[in-house]
């Protein structure tokens, strides 16, 4: 039997007034450092699977700030149902507010199929911090079906819309030379600060960050660095050099 779930977040400068778990989705606050609320998602049970709907809602009022990572990675399994499986992740930040989503991967098992969709609207003086990772296929086997979608709006414009496929029913030439090279684990790393209007309509050169990583500005006070890897602690060292030692936005006045 497929799951429908939806748990919510809503943190303001105050604390946590909602913090609702909801079926696999299991939310907790744990501790933090410096002037951050940290909330971590604990897996209640194996999803998603196929046929479920599960969705994430944040939102991040005025001068708060809120820090999301995860106690594991989510792993996406074929269930019995045969049916696409959806996660739908809802984030909204406010005014002089700051969001840094930090979830672990998102692994592809073998036989699922499973859409994913983020979106992302950021008031004018919001800062972000938001990582995805993706890894095809556990150890030895072959990635399920896996489409991805992240669109990011800013004072209601938009920022970013990006859409990923891989997989066995994903589109031809996905495993290429021109997008994966053979590599089996994928993701960006996106930041957003106001800060970043200093310096101009870019707030940072296009360049390579080594062999399998590029950083590319955006058309906004934004960076994007998007890398592939052969394994998930490859990815997951290039993404973190980056953040630590070029891209930590500071904190909001």
Excluded: C
Excluded at 53 to 76: G, N, P, W
Excluded at 189 to 200: H, I, K, N, R, S
């Amino acid at each position: 039997m497929s799951v429908h779930a939806t748990a919510r977040i809503v943190a303001t400068r105050d604390g946590l007034p909602v913090l609702e778990s909801d079926g696999p989705l299991a939310l907790r606050r744990t501790r933090a450092t410096g002037p951050y609320i940290r909330v971590t998602i604990v897996g209640a049970m194996s999803a998603p699977l196929g046929g479920d709907r599960l969705a994430i809602e944040a939102e991040v009022r005025e001068r708060a700030r809120l820090t999301v990572d995860s106690a594991a990675a989510t792993i996406a399994l074929p269930g019995t149902t045969g049916e696409r499986a959806h996660y739908d992740v809802r984030l909204t930040v406010g005014d002089h507010a700051e969001l840094r989503w930090l979830p672990e991967q998102l692994i592809s098992a073998y036989g699922s199929e499973l859409r994913m969709r983020t979106r992302v609207e950021l008031a004018a003086t919001a800062r972000l911090v938001l990582r995805e990772e993706q890894v095809l296929g556990r150890y030895g086997e072959q990635p399920g079906t896996l489409a991805t979608r992240l669109t990011v709006h800013r004072a209601g414009r938009p920022l970013l819309d990006q859409e990923l496929g891989y997989g066995p029913n994903a589109p031809g030439g996905w495993d290429g030379g021109a997008v994966l090279g053979g590599h089996r684990a994928v993701g960006q790393l996106l930041v957003v600060d106001p800060a970043f209007e200093d310096f101009g309509e870019k707030p940072a050169e296009s360049r390579l960050l080594g062999d399998t990583a590029v950083l590319m500005p955006l058309a906004g006070p934004a960076v994007l660095v998007t890398a592939v890897a052969p394994d998930a602690r490859g990815l997951r060292r290039t993404l973190d050099d980056v953040l630590h030692e070029v891209l930590e936005p500071q904190p909001p006045n």
